[in-house]
């Protein structure tokens, strides 16, 4: 089944304390991204990779880092999590951008106190 | 700067009403266009999309929406609301092939 899997998909943590969020499809997809889900704001590309070693900044990618050293996986990870990242994640992937029909994880909900 | 906007926050309608959710963009070219639709605690799914051609698009779950270019404005319609349509809705923009814009979404409430 074509699919793209987060995890975990809840995850409550403390300030500073690193963390991970696992993100993988099984589609091919060259292009991947994540998005940041609040109210009222709608979602908000954080960061993006066209490919394989590529991946530029979205809107909101102060406090975030990703890496993309596989086609199928793309962690987002928080160095240093603090309280205003607390949010509802998600990861995306699409054949080739944006511009393309994008297929989305079921969601990651991260609180941090 | 690229935006797009969604200017009902919240809809509400009876089952077997029409319904139209209005999307309005700021961008200078034609972009690629987009409804998504997110049920409570899913990911989101895609409606339906124009590219370019014909501005009226047919979508699943018999959704349509129809790019105005005169108005800047993609708004989705569907012409008897069911139960099941109660969710979140998203226009979205995009522009080259890097970036997708979401509009704050519109949640819809369907009375029985």
């Known amino acids: 089944e074509a699919q793209v899997t987060q995890n975990p998909r809840y995850l409550i943590t403390v300030t500073g304390k690193k963390l991970t969020v696992t993100c993988s499809q099984n589609m091919n997809h060259e292009y991947m991204s994540w998005y940041r889900q609040d109210p009222g704001l709608g979602l908000r590309q954080i960061y993006y990779?066209?490919?394989?070693?590529?991946?530029d900044k979205g809107d909101v990618p102060e406090g975030y880092k990703v890496s993309r050293k596989e086609k199928r996986n793309f962690p987002l990870i928080l160095e240093s999590p603090s309280p205003n990242q607390t949010s509802l994640y998600f990861c995306a992937s699409s054949t080739a951008g944006a511009s393309y029909e994008q297929y989305f994880g079921p969601g990651t909900r991260l609180t941090v106190t | 700067a690229q935006s797009v906007t969604q200017p009902d926050i919240h809809i509400t309608v009876s089952e077997g009403a029409s319904l139209e959710l209005r999307c309005n963009y700021s961008y200078g070219a034609t972009p690629y266009l987009f409804w998504y639709v997110q049920s409570p605690g899913q990911g989101l799914q895609l409606l339906l999309k124009y590219f370019s051609g014909d501005t009226l698009v047919q979508g699943i779950k018999g959704f349509e929406a129809e790019f105005k270019r005169s108005q800047s404005s993609f708004n989705l319609r569907k012409p008897s609301v069911h139960w099941s349509d109660a969710a979140e809705y998203f226009c979205?923009?995009?522009?080259?092939?890097?970036?997708?814009?979401f509009g704050t979404g519109t949640r819809l409430q369907v009375f029985p």
């Open positions: 979205a923009v995009g522009y080259n092939t890097d970036k997708l814009i």
């Open positions: 990779s066209m490919n394989v070693e590529v991946t």
